[in-house]
């Protein structure tokens, strides 16, 4: 295994894609650690239930995600996939907040 990982363009064995992409999913998930915690915030400020879903938003980020995935040339039907079950994922994720909140 490498020391450090290498660009993609720079890799020349399957042992340095891997140490990259080992790298890059660690960061992926300490991102998505973080952006959960927004979603804590929201179910925190939210003031009613019902306002943990919101359709239009949810159209919103995923055209974000596409739009990104666009201007990166990487595929964003693939992109738009993921992030429907990354919003849909949130969303249940921001209702158990919002529930844990107010029970106790």
Avoid at 42 to 48: D, H, L, S, T, V
């Amino acid at each position: 295994m490498p020391d450090k990982t290498l660009p993609p363009d720079e890799c020349e064995t399957m042992a340095e894609v891997r140490a990259g992409i080992d790298a890059l999913d660690a960061e992926i998930v300490r991102l998505l650690a973080t952006r959960f915690g927004y979603m804590r915030a929201a179910a925190r400020i939210k003031p009613e239930r019902g306002q943990v879903r919101d359709e239009a938003r949810k159209a919103e980020v995923i055209a974000n995600a596409r739009a990104h995935a666009d201007a990166h040339a990487i595929p964003a039907e693939v992109v738009g996939e993921i992030w429907e079950r990354l919003v849909e994922g949130s969303i249940a994720y921001e209702f158990d907040r919002w529930d844990e909140r107010r029970e106790g």
